[in-house]
């Protein structure tokens, strides 16, 4: 078992629907989760920090954590051709200060 | 957040040299830097944790003779890919260890091409 899990995608929606991304870990001492936006040929950046259970809004972005069940989302408001890209999710366990990420969900956004 | 600057952007080298890839934490006096190591179509493996004023930990697998890190102060972390080969060829990214809870920043990346 993946010690993060993603669907790899497409995920392809059209322009101004909302995007669901999904993210299951495996390590209930996990304490930080992050999703980065990835363009081809370029780092990670950072969308959204979550570090306790419920939810968490920044602008078009939601993130939303649920420990008991090991999950955490992201939610793409109004969804753009820019927001195409492939979205990775990020865990920080306990005790580590680097981050193991997910193999990441490609979101393709149609005009 | 922490600015991190990572250079060289590319680079193509020849199959049996060596390349070295600096990363530098400009804003942050950082004490750990992370190594990554990034696969076309896959996710970022973490290759190893440099240490300011002390020997880097590597991940199992790396190869630490291969992958020499150099963490000299607390604004850069270097890497060398000694006697690169094809099969080293990659994008490299190194990102700064801030306390925790709090979000960690990548540079640039470094796309390695070994011919």
């Known amino acids: 078992q993946k010690e993060v899990e993603q669907n790899s995608g497409p995920l392809s929606v059209p322009e101004g629907a909302i995007a669901s991304l999904n993210c299951t870990y495996s390590?209930?001492?996990?304490?930080?989760f992050f999703w980065y936006r990835q363009y081809s040929g370029k780092s990670p950046e950072l969308i959204m920090s979550i570090y306790s259970n419920g939810d968490k809004e920044d602008g078009r972005f939601t993130a939303q954590l649920n420990k008991a069940s090991q999950y955490v989302s992201l939610l793409i408001r109004d969804s753009q051709p820019s927001d195409s890209a492939t979205y990775l999710c990020a865990v920080r366990r306990e005790g580590r200060r680097a981050l193991t990420f997910g193999s990441g969900t490609r979101l393709q956004v149609q005009p | 957040g922490a600015v991190v600057s990572q250079h060289p952007s590319w680079v193509i080298c020849k199959s049996g040299t060596s390349v070295k890839i600096e990363c530098r934490s400009l804003?942050?006096?950082?004490?750990?830097m992370f190594w990554y190591r990034q696969f076309p179509k896959q996710s970022l493996m973490l290759m190893a944790t440099s240490n300011e004023g002390s020997k880097a930990t590597y991940e199992q697998g790396v190869e630490k003779d291969k992958f020499l890190i150099n963490h000299a102060s607390l604004t850069l972390s270097t890497l060398t890919v000694t006697s690169a080969h094809p099969e080293d060829s990659s994008f490299y990214i190194c990102?700064?260890?801030?306390?925790?809870?709090?979000?960690?920043?990548f540079g640039q990346g470094t796309r390695l091409t070994v011919v």
């Open positions: 804003d942050f006096q950082a004490t750990t």
């Open positions: 390590d209930r001492g996990s304490q930080s």
């Open positions: 990102s700064v260890g801030i306390p925790l809870n709090t979000e960690a920043f």
